[in-house]
Each structure stands twice: as structure tokens, then as C-alpha cells.
T-cell receptor
Framework: ETGVTQSPTHLIKTRGQQVTLRCSSQ?????VSWYQQALGQGPQFIFQ???????GRGNFPPRFSGLQFPNYSSELNVNALELDDSALYLC?????????????FGSGTRLTVV | AQSVTQLDSHVSVSEGTPVLLRCNYS??????LFWYVQHPNKGLQLLLK??????LVKGINGFEAEFKKSETSFHLTKPSAHMSDAAEYFC???????????FGDGTTLTVKP
């Protein structure tokens, strides 16, 4: 059984640019959630996708968007990058009822905006 | 709305002594509660979960947590700390069917030899 893999592991972008982060879900999981973890803080929920549709969203602006593909892999896109977007971005996959089974997390993508 | 408060940002114990990491939550709906551990430069690992079955939940590596609805608490305990337990611990609440999860700010556990 494979785990959750994220790419790239590290990324440096310039303010105003756009970035795409990728996540491959654990085999058999059809739900994916994305989180932002700033240094010294707990992960903040960005959004969740189930069967290619957004299934819940946290307090993040529309420039944070996502996609989930038929193979359940997913992307997080961030437009018009700001310095405060610098953080560790975590992807987590689960069976449909993540609240019953919990989430399997990837190791994250460290994004630095300069 | 839902929220999670981890009452201690840092906890320090000696190896072999008990561990208590405290978590209080608030939720308008019936929540599922989790504890995750994050070791340096590694992803989050599920320790245990409460999903409205038994109120005393056993997890991996000897950790337990007790759900107390009257106190809205879900404290994490371990009878005897090991050096390898040193890490960041997060309490998480997930609202059933809402697809939204809320993490606490984390508790850093230090284990002294």
C-alpha cells in the first residue's frame, strides 16, 4: 500500500507569481484535503475534494483553488502569491468519511515566497 | 463553528514518567476527534481517533485518550514516556459530513533522559 506523495518537496517563488502543488493519494482513498502550516502553528484547513468536487472549504481566499482528477490525484493552485503564503502545504487523503477513518498525510511541500 | 484549544504549548517530562497533553474542543455538531503526531521534518501520523464509540480510545505506541463530553475534553495520555515520543502533537476535530477539520496549535513534547 503506497502512502501519500507530494511534489515538489521544496519550492521558491516570487511574490505575484502562481504556483501548482501536486499530491498523489493513498491507494483506495477518494477524498483529498489540503492544509497550510505556517511555522510554529497547526495546519489550517484549505479545502477538501471528494469525487472531483469541492466538499468543504476553510477561510482562504479564492486565489487558492484546487483540482481532483479521476485517479484521485490532486493539485493545489495559488495565484498572485503573497509573502504570507510561505508555509508547509500538506495534502491528506482518506476514505469518503474521513471523520471515521482519519487522514493519511504526505510529507508536504515547503513553499517560500520572496 | 468548531474550535480546538491545546492548553499547553510545551510539555516537558522525564523518560519513564507519565505524559498528559490537554485538549478542549467546541463544536455545534457531533464531532470526531483525533490526535496526530509530527516528528521533525516528517509528515503527520495518526495516533488515535474517537468517533462516538468507546469514550476511552487506545492508539499506537501506548497512547490513550478519553473523550469527556461534559468537559468537552479529549486529553492524550501515556503511562511512561520514551525518548522517541519527543515531537509535536496536534488535537484535531472533524465535523461529520462537513468535510472540514480544525487543528489545535500543537503541543511540543520534550522528553528528558
Amino acid at each position: 500500500e503506497t502512502g501519500v506523495t507530494q511534489s515538489p518537496t521544496h519550492l521558491i517563488k516570487t511574490r505575484g507569481q502562481q504556483v501548482t502543488l501536486r499530491c498523489s493519494s493513498q491507494s483506495g482513498h477518494n477524498t483529498v484535503s489540503w492544509y497550510q502550516q505556517a511555522l510554529g502553528q497547526g495546519p489550517q484547513f484549505i479545502f477538501q475534494y471528494y469525487r472531483e468536487e469541492e466538499n468543504g472549504r476553510g477561510n482562504f481566499p479564492p486565489r487558492f483553488s484546487g483540482l481532483q482528477f479521476p485517479n484521485y490525484s490532486s493539485e493545489l493552485n495559488v495565484n498572485a502569491l503573497e509573502l504570507d503564503d510561505s508555509a508547509l502545504y500538506l495534502c491528506a487523503s482518506s476514505l469518503v468519511r474521513g471523520e471515521d477513518y482519519g487522514y493519511t498525510f504526505g510529507s508536504g511541500t515547503r513553499l517560500t515566497v520572496v | 463553528a468548531q474550535s480546538v484549544t491545546q492548553l499547553d504549548s510545551h510539555v516537558s517530562v522525564s523518560e519513564g514518567t507519565p505524559v498528559l497533553l490537554r485538549c478542549n474542543y467546541s463544536s455545534s455538531y457531533s464531532p470526531s476527534l483525533f490526535w496526530y503526531v509530527q516528528h521533525p521534518n516528517k509528515g503527520l501520523q495518526l495516533l488515535l481517533k474517537y468517533t462516538s464509540a468507546a469514550t476511552l480510545v487506545k492508539g499506537i505506541n501506548g497512547f490513550e485518550a478519553e473523550f469527556k463530553k461534559s468537559e468537552t475534553s479529549f486529553h492524550l495520555t501515556k503511562p511512561s514516556a520514551h525518548m522517541s515520543d519527543a515531537a509535536e502533537y496536534f488535537c484535531v476535530v472533524i465535523i461529520t459530513n462537513a468535510g472540514k477539520s480544525t487543528f489545535g496549535d500543537g503541543t511540543t513534547l520534550t522528553v528528558k533522559p
